[in-house]
């Protein structure tokens, strides 16, 4: 069984969601991103999302695409991700790890180029933002030969039939989009995202992350009542950004937020299975 469906596997016998950690690679420097990939698992982190940092970053907010800058500042490209996933390896095998970025690094690599080095260093799957699933052929067939997730997303605007497409092309599972706009932004309506939810789990039994509006512990338990995984960006990239001056800090107040959504979110575990959130 893949890494991915074996940790939700894993997670759903125990009653609790996935917590997805992301974190812009190379942000604020290079060497911070493997010790930080570490230290999240450590503090609760079940799957890591590790951004390649691009130069025009359309679906991120100001707090995500200033991470970009500063990775971009001392150059790191898409070969230096896969090496920085190479080296958590060293560390841990099973810990699924995700890369989240857009299309034009993986075509000047090669979509056969990209999936076979990103299986061999130990990647699990592949979130390629602005690649829409009618486009995503070619790019899905490499993954599936090398045996890795192609994730997409769905918003609160996606109507049923493109909910359809998106649940038959996904593999892994599928990241709801909880709000209209970019990463960052403030507004979650939690029951707005568990009807959508409701309406997405009649055209699939892939596990559904909702993302994109998650700020604190409050909201991370509420999200995990309603889904199968949290997934936090730009609350904890800001942190980052806080930090950047002091990069060793980061390694310490990160995973200490972190591990303040973790217990939030299995604080709700007893009433997620009693009102019937698990599927």
Sequence with gaps: MARIA?????LKKQGRRALIPYVTAGDPESWVTVPLMHALVK???????????????????????RAAERALKHKVSLTQVLDMVREFRTGDAATPVILMGYLNPIE?????AFAGRAAAAGVDGALTVDLPPEEAGELRQALRRHKLDAIFLLAPTSPPERIR?????????????????????????????????????R????????GFGVSGPEAAAAVAAVADAVIVGSAI?????????QPDKILTEVPRFLAQLRAAMDGTAPQMQASGASR
């Design 108 to 112: 000047v690599m090669g979509y056969e």
């Design 6 to 10: 074996q940790r939700f596997a894993e």
């Design 43 to 65: 503090a609760g982190a079940d799957i890591l999302e590790l951004g390649v940092p691009f130069s025009d970053p359309m679906a991120d907010g100001p707090v995500i695409q």
């Design 237 to 245: 990239v800001r942190r980052m950004e806080e930090s950047a001056a």
């Design 203 to 210: 055209h699939t039994d892939l596990p559904l992350g909702v």
């Design 165 to 201: 497409r998106i649940a038959a092309a996904a593999s892994g599972f599928i990241y709801y989009v909880s709000l209209r706009g970019v990463t960052g932004a403030a507004h979650l309506d939690v029951r707005e995202v568990a009807a959508k939810l409701e309406e997405i789990r």
